[in-house]
């Protein structure tokens, strides 16, 4: 019990600090998105306007993601409201389809090419994937099922934040030019996040035994 409300409770602090970072760095001290879009190779035709509308709605939504699916896994908040638990799980749901939605189109302006552009798009089809048989379990009232799925739906959202820790390190740390550093990031975001999730779901980690427990 004590391990499950550190690690809601340290996941809540990291979606938290991670969501404000986002906001005010991208939508209040740079809502142009200048210092990012320098690192790209862009066509004579990219449309900026109708770019920083998908990246800006992007940005919101994978922000409520983050919170609303740490929040998710609070057995206080499950117990105290099942009401909250289920429509936060709704907003997480739609959050990620718009998030994925968006995704799509911006994929084709990735920093670092066609690689990066591969990767994001292998990333989306596995967390849409992972967040609809989330959704199917609980349907069928399979909590088990429901909570794994959740782990491996929110280990792929997390991907949001790692690659921005992972092509910090690798630029600013270790010298590693910056649109190698974000390629290499870009995989390693969510397949480290997904081996650590297969880890937990493997060994029972984080995960009911039965049904009848709540998620």
Known sequence: MRARRFFVAFF?????TWTLHTVT???IV?????????HKHLAADFNRELWLV??????????????TGVLGFSGKLLR???NFHRRNGQLYMLSVLISSFTSLYLIKDATGGSLVSLSFFV?????????WQAYRAIRRKDIARHRIWMI???????SNTTIHLY???????????????????AWASWTVNVCIAELLVRNKLYVPESKGVPA
């Open 12 to 16: 809540l602090f990291l979606a938290s």
């Open 25 to 27: 760095n991208n939508l």
């Open 30 to 38: 740079d809502p142009q998105l200048v210092k990012f879009l320098q």
């Open 54 to 67: 998908f990246v800006r709605c992007h940005i919101v939504t994978a922000c409520l993601v983050i919170v």
């Open 80 to 82: 105290k409201s099942k």
């Open 123 to 131: 990333l989306e089809v596995l967390w849409l994937t992972a967040t």
């Open 152 to 158: 491996r739906s929110l280990s792929l959202a997390f």
């Open 167 to 185: 092509t910090l390190l690798l630029n600013s740390v270790f010298g590693v030019e910056y649109t190698l550093a974000y390629t290499i990031a």
